[in-house]
């Protein structure tokens, strides 16, 4: 069962690197990583660091850019967070590589970037816990949404099937298979089926 997001090296998943940008030397059967800034790290981030993302994240094994995003309760202030973002919109049109994006309480900003910037790549916003208007809007927007052990289940419900993925983000002591079964349980439908759904999902988002 893919695994969309997670802070660990696990099997079947995408790893996010670690603020220094190091690959887990002990990483079995992972699916690749997701490189970028994290919102949280925001105010102590410097030219160099994003140097140094641009070279990683042009590595094959780099699938997805971030997660980066905008956080409205850590991190610098929104106004000094926005720059730094689009500088990762700017690196995944450039490299062709999708987002995943982190977001909270900030979600009209989000949208106004995705249509002000108009971006190629898909973005899919992981750990969603919106409600489900925001979720329509997301998707409205073109923006796929990824969900962990803790969800709004109105906002899953109202998930389209084809704008969907499933994560343990950094929860080292849920198994991917639980948050599967949790979800699945709340959409009324068997985990295996949405596991095969995830992975043709994932498929067509890295398809170049
Ligand atoms: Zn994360």
Same mark, same amino acid.
């Given at each position: 069962m893919?695994?969309?997001h997670s802070h660990q090296p696990q099997p079947e998943a995408i790893v996010n690197l670690p603020r220094d940008l190091q690959f887990s030397p002990?990483?079995?059967?992972? $699916?690749g990583y997701s490189a970028g800034i994290h919102p949280w790290d925001s105010a102590t981030t410097t030219d160099d660091h994003f140097e140094r993302l641009r070279e990683v994240a042009a590595r094959p094994e780099v699938l997805m850019i971030g997660e980066?995003? $905008?956080?409205? @309760?850590?991190?610098?202030?929104?106004?000094?967070? =926005?720059? @730094?973002?689009?500088?990762h919109v700017e690196l995944s049109e450039e490299l062709g590589k999708p987002m995943v994006v982190h977001c909270v309480k900030a979600y009209n900003q $989000?949208?106004? &970037?995705?249509?002000e910037l108009k971006p190629r790549q898909p973005w899919v916003l992981h750990g969603f816990r919106g409600n489900d208007t925001v979720a329509a809007q997301m998707m409205q927007?073109?923006?796929?949404?990824? &969900?962990?052990?803790?969800?709004?289940?109105?906002? $899953?419900?109202? #998930?389209? @099937?084809d704008h969907l993925y499933v994560e343990t983000d950094d929860d080292?002591? #849920?198994?991917?298979?639980?948050? &599967? =079964?949790?979800v699945a349980d709340a959409l009324g439908i068997d985990a295996a089926f949405l596991a095969t759904a995830v992975a043709?999902? @994932?498929?067509a988002l890295l398809q170049p």
């Open positions: 893919i695994n969309f002990d990483a079995i059967g992972i $699916l980066c995003g $905008l956080d409205a @309760l850590r991190g610098a202030p929104l106004y000094r967070q =926005e720059p @730094l973002f689009v500088r $989000l949208l106004r &970037y995705r249509r927007a073109g923006i796929a949404l990824s &969900y962990g052990p803790h969800f709004n289940v109105a906002a $899953l419900r109202a #998930t389209r @099937l080292p002591d #849920t198994p991917i298979q639980a948050v &599967y =079964e949790a043709n999902n @994932l498929a």
